[in-house]
């Protein structure tokens, strides 16, 4: 039980925001009906429960003198960074694991995490690397079930299933892993606190005592998150900032293929993402995500045209759709699945008025095929294009790639990376693409092989190529 003197404390269980007492909606974050009250412990353990005091102990571990020092007197060793040899994940880790790094990864419940870093935790273990992966919501069995859909494990991985953070901690001192995997945070509870497993307070305390282990021991550990229905990590915003890496692996339950975000990373870029796909055994990495998300577009039908993307670095190919229909009702139904509905209403208007369409009483749906989530302002044409095409019933021929930003005058404005995209399209054997006029002067005589530019000025100039 606790030492030292409780007292208890309200905390909002959305933002982490702590009051002395109860509030119906909390200044911090707004969020109504929130606070919830924990015992807090002051003194006794000497270890903070609300991570203040942690930031500034953690790398020492022990209070001593302060030593500021001058950037040129730092010794610059190279921090070391361990692959995991599955590419899509190391490239979102902005190039393999660094050592004494907290990474936080995030996702809907039966998306994969564990599964993910289960198979991380194979590759690592073959290197003979020591690594322990410790599981509160699952029994060894369970673990070794689906271990036993992966493959082969070697000797350097050690499984255990346990929710108390003191047995935790001994355990890690005991054995002394180079890599840690805590399979959700949010089961992990602490004596010292007697608030529930999952609490903000026990959650706070929990990552402490990582983030503690990882710096003060050099191990490098992983968190799961659960998330809320509002997308975030379940528990408090301030777990975020705690780590060094969040990471978030989404995706349609119902499609096969995973997505791996960053979105927050201190050793690397945070526009990187990773393609998984779901097997029987495993997840699979997809290298050729475009190739991925083109399988299945129709031939030949109305309101279906090839849109280039990029997230991050990567361009990404993949089917835009539209179904224009009278409404039947007085008020015409919009809806956008993938992409961002403000968006789509406003390029319809610019359809409306710049192109001289009649949408006004039209229902409009448009979707990204796949389930990708993308709101870059390149995929206008492809949207703008999609919604002509399906108005006017007539297909956009087959073999067609667009990209550009549409204004609100009606003008197709240049993109970034066009060449990139252009040579992403034609990789896939793609022969026409439509893109804006500026972006084709610039690009003049710089193609590769067995595709034809068509630069546009205005979304009028595009509709009339349908
Ligand atoms: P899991 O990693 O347990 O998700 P999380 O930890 O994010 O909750 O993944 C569970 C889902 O993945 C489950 O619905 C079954 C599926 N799966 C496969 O399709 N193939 C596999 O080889 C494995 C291990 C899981
Ligand atoms: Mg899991």
């Known amino acids: 039980m606790a ?29 109504w009906n929130s606070f919830v009250e924990e015992r807090v412990v002051t003194g006794g353990s000497g270890r903070s429960t609300n991570g203040r005091s942690a930031q500034a102990g953690r790398m020492t571990g022990t209070v001593q003198t302060a ?48 599964t993910l870093l289960l198979q991380a935790c194979r ?73 529930a497993p999952g609490s903000v307070s026990q959650v706070r305390e929990s990552t402490n005592i990582f983030l503690q282990l990882a710096k003060g021991l050099g191990i490098s550990v992983f968190i799961v998150g659960h998330v809320t229905k509002e997308g975030t990590v379940a528990g408090p915003r301030v777990l975020e900032h705690m780590v060094d890496t969040v990471l978030y692996f989404e995706g349609d339950r119902h499609a096969s293929y995973r997505i791996l975000r960053g979105v927050k990373n201190r050793f690397g870029s945070t526009d990187e993402i990773g393609v998984f796909e779901m097997r029987r055994e495993g997840l699979a ?71 001289g369409m009649q949408l006004s009483g039209c229902d409009a749906y448009v979707n990204l095929a796949g389930g990708m989530r993308i709101t870059e302002p390149a995929m206008d044409l492809g949207i703008v294009m999609a919604v002509a095409s399906s108005h006017k019933n007539r297909p956009i021929a087959e073999k067609t790639v667009v990209f550009g930003e549409v204004g609100l005058s009606g003008e197709v404005r240049a993109v970034s990376m066009a060449k990139q995209r252009v040579a992403e399209a034609a990789k ?14 610039a690009l003049k005589g710089d193609l590769p092989e067995g595709i034809r530019v068509v630069g546009v000025k205005s979304v009028a100039d595009a509709i009339a190529m349908i």
């Open 123 to 195: 590759e690592l273990a073959a290197q003979s690397l020591s690594v322990l992966y410790i599981s509160g919501e699952e029994s060894l069995q369970q673990i070794k079930l689906r271990a036993m859909r992966i493959g082969e494990f070697a000797d350097g991985l050690k499984l255990l299933c346990e929710t108390n953070l003191e047995a935790i901690e001994q355990a890690i001192r005991d054995t002394n892993p180079q890599i840690v995997v805590i399979d959700s945070i949010q089961t992990m509870y602490s004596e010292q606190v007697s608030s």
């Open 285 to 355: 990495e997809v290298k050729n995500p475009s190739e991925y998300m083109l399988s299945g577009k129709p031939e030949g039908a109305s309101g279906s045209v090839a849109a280039c993307s990029l997230e991050g670095t990567r361009t990404i190919l993949l089917e835009v759709q539209a179904l224009v229909c009278q409404t039947s009702f007085g008020i015409p139904r919009r809806q956008a699945n993938g992409t961002d509905l403000n968006r789509v209403n406003l390029l319809m208007a610019v359809l409306e008025k710049r192109a």
């Open 67 to 114: 030593h500021p020092m001058p950037l040129s007197e730092i010794s610059m060793q190279q921090s070391e960074r361990v692959l995991t040899h599955i590419g899509e994940l190391d490239r979102v880790l902005g190039g393999g694991i660094v050592s004494g790094s907290l990474v936080l990864v995030g996702g809907d419940p039966g998306i994969g995490k564990s």
């Open 428 to 441: 896939l054997g793609f022969t026409v693409c439509i893109l804006p006029e500026a972006n084709r002067e």
């Open 3 to 31: 030492k030292g003197k409780a007292a208890s404390a309200f905390f909002c269980q959305s933002c982490g925001y702590e009051s002395a007492k109860w509030m119906g909606q909390c200044p911090a974050c707004r969020e």
